[in-house]
């Protein structure tokens, strides 16, 4: 990865808007359409990935060591 991509993929993320959800265990009750990650952070490091911010979502919080990120250009 360049020095470039590196600036804008590494930092923290803040959810801001909600472009869709997938309801994985299609319970509407726990998972409506994903609200509640409005606000949330994730924080994405050259060496670890946390996605412990996803307060109200449990089976999306992680916390990666070592992770190894793919980026692919989408035109």
């Given at each position: 990865?360049?020095?470039?991509?590196?600036?804008?993929?590494?930092?923290?993320?803040?959810?801001?808007?909600?472009?869709?959800?997938a309801?994985?265990?299609?319970?509407?009750?726990?998972?409506?359409?994903?609200?509640?990650?409005?606000?949330?952070?994730?924080?994405?490091?050259?060496?670890?990935?946390?996605?412990?911010?996803?307060?109200?979502?449990?089976?999306?919080?992680?916390?990666?060591?070592?992770?190894?990120?793919?980026?692919?250009?989408?035109?």
């Amino acid at each position: 990865m360049d020095s470039e991509t590196e600036k804008f993929f590494y930092g923290t993320w803040k959810v801001e808007n909600l472009l869709g959800f997938a309801n994985s265990y299609n319970d509407a009750s726990e998972y409506p359409t994903g609200q509640n990650v409005i606000g949330d952070e994730i924080l994405i490091k050259k060496d670890s990935f946390l996605s412990k911010g996803f307060e109200h979502y449990p089976v999306y919080q992680y916390q990666l060591e070592a992770p190894l990120y793919n980026i692919t250009e989408v035109h």
